[in-house]
């Protein structure tokens, strides 16, 4: 029964848009966590989406997506000078990380957004499952 | 008079089989309208009903019990959607209102074919019956 399908797509979906609100929460959070040298400092991560082709399957129409993994950023992290700072090096700067909120706030709603359509595409497979189940009552 | 339930169904029986499969291609659509180089598919309706009805898609014969099951599914049926934005910038090709508003026809039209599907049985029930 393909609808069952669906169901497992709109999960895919689901589970991998609520990773992605994750690493925007724990990057939001961690958008002022100032450290005392490069290594230290906390990085901006983003989700790696894949859709999952599964070649062992014949019937190529339900394509799952997955997460690959968790990159974190490269951008240049902001070196400030503040010899004030108790977590300032040797020789006072502080380095905060390169994460941009403007674009996280933005990468957000796209997750919230999408993690709802799938559920509603999750809600649409079982409304049709329950009218081909109650078929010839 | 005898009652076959191959024709008595009609085209519903195969409608709704297509209907299923096409909500399971929008809906990958949806959960990978995130995805880069994502490409957004869709059935070819015409071309699905005609292979449902002339039941094509190849099997391997099997004469031996470890014979691998071989079926092959009729092919031409999913095809890639021509994109209505040259370039979005990861190669992802997923028109979200777009596909919501397939998914959504889908749904009625499948509703649509399961009440075809239930009169049909309802008049095969009462001509069963004789009332």
Known sequence: MSLFNVLDVAGSGMSAQ???????????????????SVDETYRARHPVFAAQFDSARQDQSAVPVEVKGIVESDKPLIRQYEP???MADENGYIYKPN???????????????????????ADAAKQMLNKTLNLGK | ????????????QHTVGIRTKRAEVIASNIANADTPHYKARDIDFKAALANAQARQGFAMSRTHERHIDVKLPPTGETGYRVPNQPDTGDG???????????????????????????????????AIKGE
């Open chain 1, 18 to 36: 609520s990773l992605r609100l994750n690493t925007t929460a724990s990057n939001l959070a961690n958008a002022d966590s100032v450290a005392s």
């Open chain 1, 84 to 86: 004030e700072h108790p």
């Open chain 1, 99 to 121: 994460v941009n909120v403007v674009e996280e706030m933005a990468n957000m709603m796209s997750a919230s957004r999408s993690y709802q359509t799938n559920v509603q595409i």
């Open chain 2, 1 to 12: 008079m005898a009652i076959s339930f191959d024709k008595a169904l009609g085209i519903h």
């Open chain 2, 92 to 126: 992802n090709t997923v028109d979200m209102q777009q596909e919501r508003n397939n998914y959504l026809q889908n749904a009625m039209e499948h509703q649509a074919s399961l009440t075809f599907l239930g009169s049909k049985f309802r008049g095969l029930t009462s």
